[in-house]
């Protein structure tokens, strides 16, 4: 943000300020209010949990980068991001239990409670109904009746 201009009105000094960024991201602590909790909804086909999740990711890397930069330090991620198209709602379903076996098996093979000097990552892996152009609630809906 950038200050545009001042102005006094009575006791009070105006400041218009200007974006200066292309975008900005709302760290969900901003809506604690509404805030999703992943502990109060634990149902992992539930577009709900999947918000409660984002916004954690949201807050927690939003943490991390803000105490690397002030340390001039970078943080170690990794994200994948792909788009799959599936021939039916039994595909997705089938994809979604190999993708968990898989993840749920590397989680087992890597994770040392007590490794000395380790540090806890966590590892969200999300799939949701790509967004088009039009309103396709109705696909959605009938996606979620074939699960």
Avoid: C
Avoid at 1 to 17: A, C, F, I, P
Avoid at 19 to 39: E, F, H, N, T
């Amino acid at each position: 943000m950038g200050l545009v201009e001042e102005r006094r009105k009575g006791n009070v000094t105006e400041r218009v300020m200007r974006a200066r960024a292309a975008s900005y991201v709302i760290s969900p602590v901003a809506l604690a209010a509404v805030q999703p909790d992943p502990g109060r909804a634990p149902d992992q086909l539930s577009a709900h949990w999947l918000l409660a999740l984002a916004a954690r990711l949201v807050r927690e890397v939003g943490q991390l980068v803000a105490g690397a930069a002030h340390e001039r330090k970078r943080v170690a991620t990794f994200a994948i991001d792909v788009d799959v198209r599936f021939a039916s709602a039994a595909d997705r379903a089938d994809f979604a239990r190999e993708l968990a076996a898989t993840v749920t098996r590397l989680v087992a093979r890597y994770h040392d409670e007590n490794a000395p000097g380790g540090r806890p990552h966590r590892v969200l892996v999300a799939m949701h109904p790509g967004v088009t152009g039009k309103d396709s609630t109705e696909d959605n809906d009938n996606d979620s009746k074939e699960q």
